[in-house]
């Protein structure tokens, strides 16, 4: 990445050195915010100025004060509000984080669960579990018939978690990859093959 500063003619180096220095800050958090691409190969500090993938969508993390802790999404920041006394406090501030994000993973994947569920006639759905799972982003189980889903799907778009859950409870008809898995998974979801796209993005498999 690169920084490119316009700057009127008459200017000198030294002017635009001091301007550059005023705004510095906000270049820093420029740069933090657009530099980042994929969540889960950042370390994250959880401090002002981060990028955050929620559902899709890239948000810049904004830490505030406020007299009591809490996370709020708005239009296209992630809100962290921590009391005065623990601002210094960073593995507070990822706590914090963190559990907001589990809270919201358990919710949008249930949620999601369940929306699925309802596109198929099984009388016995299967159970799902959310875990953190290395290179899947979701599997089936035959033994115990129960879904995982992967906790960072909360970083991939709802249509796109929505094709993990679709995908995975077409295996509960059909076991393997064959040509009949595909023809029903089609038939839920005629447009998987984009939502696969989606996720491609992110890095994990879909079944392994
Ligand atoms: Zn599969």
Redesign the pocket.
């Known amino acids: 990445m690169e920084l490119i500063v316009r700057s009127p003619f008459e200017k000198s180096l030294e002017e635009i050195e001091n301007f550059l220095m005023r705004k510095i800050q906000w270049v820093r958090k420029q740069l933090a915010f657009f530099g980042t691409q994929e969540p889960a190969q950042v370390e994250r500090r959880y401090i002002s100025g981060e990028a955050h993938y929620y559902l899709g969508r890239q948000y810049m993390l904004e830490v505030a004060e406020s007299h009591r802790e809490y996370v709020s999404v708005s239009r296209e920041r992630i809100m962290l509000y921590r009391r005065s006394e623990n601002s210094r406090d960073l593995m507070g501030a990822k706590q914090l984080f963190l559990k907001w994000q589990s809270e919201m993973v358990a919710k949008h994947l249930n949620e999601r669960y369940r929306a699925m569920s309802r596109l198929f006639d099984y009388k016995d759905i299967p159970t799902m579990e959310i875990k953190a799972m290395e290179k899947r982003w ?3 189980r035959v033994k115990t018939k129960s879904i995982a889903l992967n906790a960072k799907l909360i970083h991939a778009p709802l249509d796109a978690i929505d094709y993990v859950i679709v ?2 409870l ?2 509960h008809e059909h076991h393997d ?1 064959g040509k009949e ?1 595909y023809k029903l998974l089609s038939r839920k979801m005629p447009n998987w093959q984009v939502e696969k796209k989606k996720l491609e993005r992110y890095g994990a498999l ?2 392994g």
Do not use: T
Request: proline letters at 0%.
């Open positions: 979701g599997s089936y995908h995975e077409c295996h990859h898995f879909v079944c």
